[in-house]
Nanobody, 120 residues
Framework: QVQLVESGGGLVQPGGSLRLSCAAS????????MAWYRQAPEKQRELVAV???????NYADSVKGRFTISRDNVKNTMYLQMNSLKPEDTAVYYCNGRISRYGEMPRDYWGQGTQVTVPS
């Protein structure tokens, strides 16, 4: 069983910073792309940032220059450093990873989500 567990969410004032973490565990052979998504109330889930296994990154236009995605392949952990937070960043943030297990083809796994709230 593969688990992705997010942590680091919370309430932060506009302009503040938070760092989210996503730790993968289980009988993992390889972790390919990892990504952060978010879903605000009554909105569709949207891609925030993605990082490949060799560290290439891509960001949604709305977070470019403010958020930084990174990963530690030894610890099987991904991070999202969020700076200059705005009320519109308020959402549940989900971790996603394309992961292969022993005897299985790679597939997507999701974390349970962590709430980020930036009051207006």
């Amino acid at each position: 069983q593969v688990q992705l567990v997010e942590s680091g969410g919370g309430l932060v004032q506009p302009g503040g910073s938070l760092r989210l973490s996503c730790a993968a565990s289980g009988r993992i052979i390889s972790i390919y792309n990892m990504a952060w998504y978010r879903q605000a109330p009554e909105k569709q889930r949207e891609l925030v940032a993605v990082i490949t296994s060799d560290g290439r990154t891509n960001y949604a236009d709305s977070v470019k220059g403010r958020f930084t995605i990174s990963r530690d392949n030894v610890k099987n952990t991904m991070y999202l450093q969020m700076n200059s937070l705005k009320p519109e960043d308020t959402a549940v943030y989900y971790c996603n990873g394309r992961i292969s297990r022993y005897g299985e083809m790679p597939r997507d796994y999701w974390g349970q989500g962590t709430q980020v709230t930036v009051p207006s």
